[in-house]
C-alpha cells in the first residue's frame, strides 16, 4: 500500500526566509502529486498539481518538482511572508487504485515575523 | 470559481442520533469523496463514489453510509452518533483519472 511521509512534521522560519518542505511516497506508480495548505479549522485548498510525467509546476512564490523514480517532491516557497503560516499537505493518486487519494500528515509552518 | 460546498460547518450532536452532512459540488465532478481528519492519525477515507449511485469503501466506513442521488450531492450519514465520532469531516470531489481534487471548509462534528 502507498506511504506518504512529510518530514519535518513542523517548522518554523523567520519571515523572508526561502524554504523547502519534503513529501516522499514508497510506490512510485503514481498518476498525479498534489499539494495542498490548510488552515487551521478549515478546508485543503489546492495549490499545485503535478502530473506524472511532469517534473514541476510553479505559482507564484511556489514551486513544487518531482521526481518520480526516488519518490520524492518539494514545495519550495520563496520569500516566506506570515499569511504562509499553515499546514501543507501532500497527496499521490495511484494508476492501479482508480481514484483514491493518498495523504501525508502534514507540515505544519509558521512564520516569524 | 469552483465550489464544494458543505453545508454546516459546526454541529454538536446528542450519541444515537441521526447525523446527515451534506456536500454539494458546482463543478460537474464524477468523484466526490468523504474523509475525515483527527489529529495524529491525518485524513482517513470513509467512503467515495465515482457515478450517481455507486459507492465505495474508504479505509474506515463503519459507523457510516452514504447516498448519492445525484451527480452534485453526495451525503454522509451516521446512523446513530457515537462520541468516538467527533470529527473534522471533509467532501471532496475530482474528475475521473483522477483529476485535481478540491475539498469544502469541512464539517466541524461534536458528539456529546
Known amino acids: 500500500k502507498q506511504e506518504v511521509t512529510q518530514i519535518p512534521a513542523a517548522l518554523s522560519v523567520p519571515e523572508g526566509e526561502n524554504l523547502v518542505l519534503n513529501c516522499s511516497f514508497t510506490d512510485s506508480a503514481i498518476y498525479n502529486l498534489q499539494w495542498f495548505r490548510q488552515d487551521p479549522g478549515k478546508g485543503l485548498t489546492s495549490l499545485l498539481l503535478i502530473q506524472s510525467s511532469q517534473r514541476e509546476q510553479t505559482s507564484g512564490r511556489l514551486n513544487a518538482s518531482l521526481d518520480k523514480s526516488s519518490g520524492r517532491s518539494t514545495l519550495y516557497i520563496a520569500a516566506s511572508q506570515p499569511g504562509d503560516s499553515a499546514t501543507y499537505l501532500c497527496?499521490?493518486?495511484?494508476?492501479?487504485?482508480?481514484?483514491?487519494?493518498?495523504f501525508g500528515t502534514g507540515t505544519s509552518l509558521t512564520v516569524i515575523p | 470559481d469552483v465550489k464544494v460546498t458543505q453545508s454546516s460547518r459546526y454541529l454538536v450532536k446528542r450519541t444515537g442520533e441521526k447525523v446527515f452532512l451534506e456536500c454539494v459540488q458546482d463543478m460537474d465532478h464524477e468523484n466526490m469523496f468523504w474523509y475525515r481528519q483527527d489529529p495524529g492519525l491525518g485524513l482517513r477515507l470513509i467512503y467515495f463514489?465515482?457515478?450517481?449511485?455507486?459507492?465505495e469503501k474508504g479505509d474506515i466506513p463503519e459507523g457510516y453510509s452514504v447516498s448519492r442521488e445525484k451527480k452534485e450531492r453526495f451525503s454522509l450519514i451516521l446512523e446513530s452518533a457515537s462520541t468516538n465520532q467527533t470529527s473534522m469531516y471533509l467532501c471532496a470531489s475530482s474528475r475521473p483519472g483522477p483529476g485535481e481534487l478540491f475539498f469544502g471548509e469541512g464539517s466541524r462534528l461534536t458528539v456529546l
Open positions: 463514489s465515482y457515478d450517481v449511485k455507486m459507492k
Open positions: 497527496a499521490v493518486s495511484m494508476v492501479n487504485t482508480g481514484n483514491q487519494f493518498y
